[in-house]
């Protein structure tokens, strides 16, 4: 089954803690994004990159990182310096027709 | 720049009635649109997608949504409602800023579906 996966399904972290998000797809597909979603809000970007060894910043990365050493794997860091790491985040691959195929998500829980 | 509006941020209907999900966009040429559902917890799943071809787009699962140029509108319809329709519903426009592609998504509608 082709298909984006992402774990752990939930996350628990302390304050002031890094965390790692996995994200892996076998879609075969050069870009990949991920998002953060808060309760009753739509998606808003956080990074994205096109192609491997390459990424840029969306429009809320502050506070996150990223690396894509693999086509097939994009995982996001939560780094202490966010403000409000709480949330539901999605990662998605695109293909050539602006298809997004998104993964069940990952909800982090910061205390 | 593109942007997309999604008319209603709440939407309830009764069971075998009909949905309108609607919104409207803005795109400095001609866009790719999108419908996506997101159950709670869940990712989004693509519900249907224009691409310039036929106006008239059918999903899955009963939905379509017709594209109309004049109106800049995309909004979404289902004849009749479901118990299992009940989610949130995004609309989204293709886009490209900052030499990349992207997808601008609206805020969401809530449908709501009782018995």
């Known amino acids: 089954d082709g298909g984006i996966t992402q774990s752990p399904k939930y996350l628990f972290r302390k304050e002031g803690q890094n965390v790692t998000l996995s994200c892996e797809q076998n879609?075969?597909?050069?870009?990949m994004y991920w998002y953060r979603q808060d309760p009753g809000q739509g998606l808003r970007l956080i990074y994205y990159s096109q192609i491997v060894n390459d990424f840029q910043k969306g429009d809320i990365a502050e506070g996150y990182s990223v690396s894509r050493e693999k086509k097939e794997s994009f995982p996001l860091t939560v780094t202490s310096a966010q403000k409000n790491p709480t949330a539901f985040y999605l990662c998605?691959?695109?293909?050539?027709?602006?298809?997004?195929?998104f993964g069940p998500g990952t909800r982090l829980t910061v205390t | 720049a593109q942007s997309v509006t999604q008319l209603d941020s709440h939407v309830s209907v009764s069971e075998g009635t009909p949905v309108l999900l609607r919104c409207n966009y803005s795109s400095s040429y001609s866009p790719s649109l999108f419908w996506y559902v997101q159950h709670p917890n869940k990712g989004l799943q693509l519900l249907l997608k224009y691409t310039s071809a036929a106006t008239l787009v059918k999903g899955i699962n009963g939905f379509e949504a017709e594209f109309k140029k004049s109106e800049t509108s995309f909004h979404l319809t289902k004849p009749s409602a479901h118990m299992s329709d009940a989610a949130e519903y995004f609309c989204v426009v293709s886009g490209r800023g900052g030499g990349y592609n992207k997808l601008i998504f609206g805020a969401g509608t809530r449908l709501a579906v009782h018995p």
């Open positions: 998605a691959s695109m293909d050539r027709l602006y298809e997004q195929y």
């Open positions: 879609l075969n597909h050069d870009a």
